[in-house]
């Protein structure tokens, strides 16, 4: 059994910041990718960042030079520093992670909503 649970969403007004924070547990040999996607209302869901066991990183154009990815492989960690926050950025923003234990999976979290205020 493996759980997948984001935290540290919340308000905030335009221009100010947020760290959200993704812990995986449970059955776990390895993670590959650690990501970030976000969902606006209306919207399909999106991804917003990326990375690998090896720390290499993606981000989508939208966020790029605002957010940060990073992981601690220790303790199954993903972080998202979200920095320069815009009224566009307000979603409910998803944790996945692909997981290896008997096979590979892809795990996703309940979802943490980043709401951005004028």
């Known amino acids: 059994q493996v759980q997948v649970v984001e935290s540290g969403g919340g308000l905030v007004q335009a221009g100010g910041s947020l760290r959200l924070s993704c812990t995986a547990s449970?059955?776990?040999?390895?993670?590959?990718?650690m990501n970030w996607y976000r969902q606006a209302p209306g919207k399909q869901r999106e991804l917003v960042a990326a990375?690998?066991?090896?720390?290499?990183?993606n981000y989508a154009d939208s966020v790029k030079g605002r957010f940060t990815i990073s992981r601690d492989n220790a303790k199954n960690t993903v972080y998202l520093q979200m920095n320069s926050l815009k009224l566009e950025d307000t979603a409910v923003y998803y944790c996945?992670?692909?997981?290896?234990?008997?096979?590979?999976?892809?795990?996703w979290g309940q979802g943490t909503q980043v709401t951005v205020s004028s």
């Open positions: 996945n992670a692909e997981i290896l234990w008997l096979a590979r999976k892809n795990y």
């Open positions: 990375i690998t066991i090896d720390g290499s990183t």
């Open positions: 449970g059955s776990i040999f390895s993670i590959n990718a």
